[in-house]
């Protein structure tokens, strides 16, 4: 089933005609009214019909980007939500960055500990959150019986990124690894259109690359020592971007999953706990599952992971005689995590709000900022760093980008489209 029809919306009778008229016009009414939902026109009885078919043409925009919108003053309302979403998760973006680059200052030797208390506590703290809200009336009997196949397929999709992106990264030069991974847009836009048949305009398609160039050229800017990819197989590089194949295709199912469940909810998407918690329950499964390959791309035999689990903890709660070794902990780890799960939640709302792709974009804006953030002086990292001209470059390339994606669309164009 075609994905537009989820979002359609239903049309009300048309105005009746005159007596003399009506048997005339009566099979004319048959098709129109077919037409309506398709087109999702809204027409009504009285002389208002007319108006209100032409705002609603007006009012599509947002709907450009997966957000209804009632006329004009509907949409400018939705409009400021996501604006203030998005700018809400750069904010948040910025910091979840900041920290977990702070927290591991005591936790540089159990990076592997940390990535695993993110996977698995992210299941017990959602699902809190998920059974509180039940219990308030918030999420519904129906919200939870949604089918959790494709709870499973994005649990399976993340953890097989998170499984081929440590393999690979564990064999490619460092500077090389956030540049490939900007192939996470580019497999966005591919899967979406794929999967939710979705359609760009060609200044969002060129927004999205100069988005990506940038992101590249702030990244590089200071990473240009060492080997980069002339030394290196390329089935590397490949296996690297197919784990940001995966990752993109997990945020393309959460957001079907918003669009889907709209359409079995009457309407109501689902709350974004319902998705959080079954998502990070089915990847901490899969991660469980893949947890001897993990260890030992990381270095950690099965027989030594028990042993490596009690030194992390000792570290991460900077108890057990490692009271030198972490400066920081628990206070900065445990920072990084609250900030990490709140990051997430404001991603997967405004995807819920506007559209996967937005979200990243939204994203991405932080890499820059983040940069530019931890090259100042911090506390457990007093060592400032100067940025080279290539970096403002990006970051002017970057920001160009997204202006150039949030193009407003012309009218009259817009109407022809519809």
Same mark, same amino acid.
């Given at each position: 089933?075609?994905?537009?029809?989820?979002?359609?919306?239903?049309?009300?009778?048309?105005?009746?005609?005159?007596?003399?008229?009506?048997?005339?016009?009566?099979?004319?009414?048959?098709?129109?009214?077919?037409?309506?939902?398709?087109?999702?026109?809204?027409?009504s009885r009285g002389d208002g019909g007319e108006r209100r078919l032409?705002?609603?043409?007006?009012?599509?925009?947002?709907?450009?980007?997966?957000?209804?919108?009632?006329?004009?003053?509907?949409?400018?309302?939705?409009?400021?939500?996501?604006?203030?979403?998005?700018?809400?998760?750069?904010?948040?973006?910025?910091?979840?960055?900041?920290?977990?680059?702070?927290?591991?200052?005591?936790?540089?030797?159990?990076?592997?500990?940390?990535?695993?208390?993110?996977?698995?506590?992210?299941?017990?703290?959602?699902?809190?959150?998920?059974?509180?809200?039940?219990?308030?009336?918030?999420?519904?009997?129906?919200?939870?019986?949604?089918?959790?196949?494709?709870?499973?397929?994005?649990?399976?999709?993340?953890?097989?990124?998170?499984?081929?992106?440590?393999?690979?990264?564990?064999?490619?030069?460092?500077?090389?690894?956030?540049?490939?991974?900007?192939?996470?847009?580019?497999?966005?836009?591919?899967?979406?259109?794929?999967?939710?048949?979705?359609k760009y305009r060609a200044n969002q398609i060129l927004g999205c690359?100069?988005?990506?160039?940038?992101?590249?050229?702030?990244?590089?800017?200071?990473?240009?020592?060492?080997?980069?990819?002339?030394?290196?197989?390329?089935?590397?590089?490949?296996?690297?971007?197919?784990?940001?194949?995966?990752?993109?295709?997990?945020?393309?199912?959460?957001?079907?999953?918003?669009? #889907?469940?709209?359409?079995?909810?009457?309407?109501?998407?689902?709350?974004?706990?319902?998705?959080?918690?079954?998502?990070?329950?089915?990847?901490?499964?899969?991660?469980?599952?893949?947890?001897?390959?993990?260890?030992?791309?990381?270095?950690?035999?099965?027989?030594?992971?028990?042993?490596?689990?009690?030194?992390?903890?000792?570290?991460?709660?900077?108890?057990?005689?490692?009271?030198?070794?972490?400066?920081?902990?628990?206070?900065?780890?445990?920072?990084?995590?609250?900030?990490?799960?709140?990051?997430?939640?404001?991603?997967?709302?405004?995807?819920?709000?506007?559209?996967?792709?937005?979200?990243?974009?939204?994203?991405?804006?932080?890499?820059?900022?983040?940069?530019?953030?931890?090259?100042?002086?911090?506390?457990?990292?007093?060592?400032?760093?100067?940025?080279?001209?290539?970096?403002?470059?990006?970051?002017g390339v970057l920001v160009l980008g997204l202006l150039l994606y949030?193009?407003?669309?012309?009218?009259?164009?817009?109407?022809?489209? #519809?």
């Open positions: 089933m075609s994905i537009s029809l989820l979002l359609s919306a239903s049309a009300s009778l048309p105005c009746p005609s005159p007596p003399l008229l009506r048997r005339g016009i009566q099979r004319g009414l048959t098709p129109i009214r077919a037409s309506l939902p398709r087109l999702g026109l809204a027409a032409v705002e609603a043409r007006r009012g599509r925009a947002p709907a450009a980007v997966g957000v209804s919108a009632e006329g004009d003053d509907g949409g400018g309302g939705v409009r400021t939500g996501i604006t203030a979403a998005a700018a809400a998760t750069v904010v948040l973006a910025v910091m979840n960055r900041v920290l977990y680059k702070l927290a591991l200052v005591p936790m540089k030797d159990y990076p592997f500990f940390l990535a695993q208390v993110l996977t698995f506590g992210y299941v017990i703290v959602y699902f809190s959150i998920l059974f509180i809200r039940y219990r308030a009336g918030i999420v519904s009997k129906e919200m939870l019986e949604l089918p959790k196949s494709r709870f499973m397929l994005i649990g399976l999709l993340e953890a097989m990124g998170v499984a081929s992106g440590m393999a690979a990264a564990a064999m490619l030069p460092g500077p090389s690894i956030p540049v490939l991974s900007q192939s996470f847009l580019v497999w966005q836009l591919i899967l979406s259109a794929i999967i939710l048949g979705r690359l100069l988005v990506t160039t940038g992101v590249i050229l702030s990244v590089v800017s200071g990473g240009t020592g060492g080997p980069f990819l002339s030394d290196v197989n390329f089935f590397w590089p490949a296996v690297l971007m197919a784990s940001s194949a995966c990752q993109a295709g997990a945020s393309i199912i959460k957001e079907f999953v918003f669009i #889907d469940g709209a359409k079995r909810l009457e309407g109501k998407r689902p709350d974004i706990f319902v998705v959080n918690s079954f998502g990070s329950g089915f990847q901490a499964l899969f991660v469980f599952l893949l947890l001897p390959f993990l260890s030992n791309l990381k270095g950690i035999p099965l027989a030594e992971l028990p042993a490596y689990v009690n030194r992390g903890a000792a570290c991460f709660l900077n108890i057990g005689g490692n009271l030198n070794g972490c400066p920081g902990a628990p206070l900065l780890p445990l920072l990084f995590i609250t900030m990490n799960m709140a990051f997430n939640i404001s991603v997967l709302n405004l995807v819920k709000m506007s559209t996967a792709l937005v979200a990243s974009l939204t994203s991405t804006l932080a890499v820059p900022l983040s940069i530019y953030v931890l090259s100042l002086p911090l506390p457990y990292m007093p060592g400032g760093t100067s940025l080279s001209t290539s970096f403002l470059v990006g970051v949030n193009l407003p669309q012309n009218s009259a164009e817009q109407v022809k489209n #519809d």
